[in-house]
């Protein structure tokens, strides 16, 4: 029987209202403690946004971002490695796809590695997904140093 | 079942009126004798004291209002020489002129009787440690309570309004077993110390609240019990009666008011008494107090009176939950809000955290409400629809309490106004 990986990795949500300087203070911190951000998105309603974060340091930006008293959680998300080719994410949505995972929402950074990108997907079926990719034969990482 | 005074807290209510009754001719006799404001009063209403035979007489006699006592700053309400003053306490004037009230060393005895005897009920005595984290000073809060847990025969840690770290930490050092405070300040103590690694439950010896000086709802009590393992006993009194006086009792089944020092009446809108058990604003008559007697004092506090025995035996009535107050209300778009409807709307979803806010204004010839409620750690989910999705759920179910519109906005956690003393729950930005 095949081993099923649970290679997840630690993204930062934080919530912020809607106003000028939210997201300056919230990096702020972040800078003051050496953490690096390796991407971010920010997804909003209007009047409130959630800002996702994948660190170098997830524990330690929790941590601080708390202690100057903002809202933030952590949650699992995937993170993908992937060639930097025409066709490469649509590879990885058809296998979703086909398989009847939803992507919640994603976004990417160029990877350190020459011709390579990290995929940073959410699922509605985060297991399943994990699962599926690592049988594809895709390169899961556990951290973004 | 502990009784302070069983004698006294177990007359029959017939006893008790037959006492009120007598303590009440005597109270009009002597503001009718010595306080020019009531004579004044008496006389514009066309009463006079021999009027006054039966309980139910007392409707013949006008009611006074907080504007009483402002207009009569500071001392035009006292009944007794300055010499027999042996205390005065001031209720800020956040509203205007301050108000002043004075005891006199019977007064004071009064009061710290009748919190004895709430603070028995309560299950509190000898080998408690009592922490009075109200303001000292000019609030009765402090002092009133200090008094009260002496005479037990209590340990009183008199902390005061000190910082909320220090309060933690010597709760836990000294084994405080009961904590004097208002609900949003002990939710807020929670807060603190779980961000201190401190869980009040297995931690503290705490076992008891005496919670009071707002408003709070039932969802409310419930939260601070089951966070803090503890019990919360309601405490009702405003400096004008003298200040906290009267609590629950191991039923929390609404708060026992004395009726051989006061006498509560509960009247409808136009002044005229409810039936028993019906909502009304309370409206009380000072039989004791010397200093400064209130008679037909109306509080703005909406609730009902129930003479009915208490499961504890106790005889006297009780003021059920203060269900708001009459200056509380809203009026948005026609319809009467209270904030503990809102309140108690949103303690009732566990997503929701401990403060709220609410806000009215006006768009063109609109009333808009909007209730502002802060996003909780447990609650933050990194799918933003899920915070919308709540913010819906929250909205509807108000909507389906209130019967109005209500916005909900989700606000940044600390950002909400919390406070040791009245929560400002409510900003009304409409310029009318």
């Known amino acids: ?145 | 079942m502990e009784y302070w005074n069983p004698k006294v807290e177990r007359l029959s209510a017939e006893e008790l009126k037959q006492l009120q009754e007598r303590k009440l001719r005597r109270l009009v006799e002597n503001a009718y004798e010595y306080s020019s404001f009531y004579k004044k009063r008496f006389a514009a209403a066309g009463v006079s004291p021999h009027d006054i035979r039966s309980l139910e007489d007392i409707q013949q006699l006008p009611f006074t209002h907080k504007t009483d006592l402002r207009d009569t700053y500071p001392t035009g309400m006292f009944s007794v020489p300055q010499s027999q003053i042996v205390r005065f306490h001031v209720s800020s004037g956040t509203t205007g002129v301050p108000t002043v009230v004075g005891y006199s060393a019977n007064d004071i005895d009064v009061w710290t009787t009748c919190l004895a005897r709430s603070l028995t009920a309560c299950g509190l005595g000898r080998g408690d440690v009592v922490q009075v984290a109200y303001a000292y000073g000019l609030f009765t809060g402090g002092l009133g309570l200090h008094y009260g847990v002496e005479e037990i025969g209590a340990a009183v840690l008199p902390v005061g309004a000190g910082t909320t770290t220090r309060q933690i930490s010597l709760m836990k050092d000294l084994g405080t077993t009961a904590i004097a405070c208002t609900p949003s300040y002990l939710l807020h103590i929670g807060e603190v110390a779980e961000s201190m690694s401190i869980d009040i439950a297995s931690q503290t010896q705490l076992r008891a609240g005496i919670l009071g000086a707002e408003p709070w709802s039932l969802e409310s009590r419930k939260r601070i019990e089951q966070n803090l393992g503890i019990k919360a006993y309601d405490i009702y009194g405003t400096s004008e009666m003298s200040g906290p006086l009267f609590t629950e009792c191991s039923a929390q089944n609404g708060i026992h008011a004395w009726a051989d020092h006061f006498l509560i009446e509960i009247v409808d809108d136009y002044g005229g008494p409810v039936e028993e058990g019906e909502k009304g604003e309370l409206v009380v008559t000072t039989l004791s107090k010397e200093a400064l007697p209130l008679i037909r004092y109306k509080m703005g506090d909406i609730t009902s009176l129930v003479w009915e025995e208490c499961e504890c035996g106790r005889t006297h009535p009780r003021i059920m939950r203060i269900q708001g107050r009459v200056d509380d209300m809203i009026v948005v778009r026609g319809v009467n809000v209270f904030p503990s409807q809102i309140e108690s709307v949103l303690m009732q979803i566990p997503e929701v955290g401990d403060h709220f806010q609410i806000v009215v204004d006006r768009a063109g010839p609109m009333d808009v409400m909007a209730v502002k409620i802060e996003v909780t750690e447990s609650t933050l989910s990194d799918r933003i629809g899920a915070l919308m999705q709540l913010e819906e759920r929250v909205a509807k179910q108000l909507r389906d309490v209130l019967m109005v519109n209500a916005k909900v906005e989700l606000v940044e956690r600390g950002t909400l106004p919390r406070s040791s003393g009245k929560s400002q729950k409510v900003i009304d930005l409409r310029q009318i």
């Not at chain 1, 601080?64 to 952590?74: C, I, K, M, N, P």
């Open chain 1, 1 to 145: 029987m095949r081993m099923v990986t649970n290679k997840m990795l630690k993204q930062i949500t934080l919530f912020a209202e809607n106003k000028p300087g939210r997201l300056a203070s919230a990096t702020k911190i972040l800078s003051e403690n050496g953490i690096n951000i390796r991407a971010f998105t920010i997804a909003d309603s209007g009047e409130f946004g959630i800002i996702r974060f994948v660190v170098d340091d997830a524990d330690a930006s929790l941590r601080h971002l708390r202690r100057a008293d903002f809202t933030v959680s952590e949650t699992k998300v995937i993170g993908l490695e992937m060639p930097d080719t025409p066709g490469a994410l649509w590879e990885i949505s058809r296998a979703l796809s086909d398989n009847d995972i939803n992507v919640d929402y994603a976004y990417a950074y160029a990877s350190a590695t020459p011709n390579k990108a990290i995929l940073i997907l959410q699922a509605s079926d985060l297991k399943k997904a994990v699962g599926l990719l690592t049988e594809l034969g895709f390169h899961l990482i556990e951290s973004s140093p």
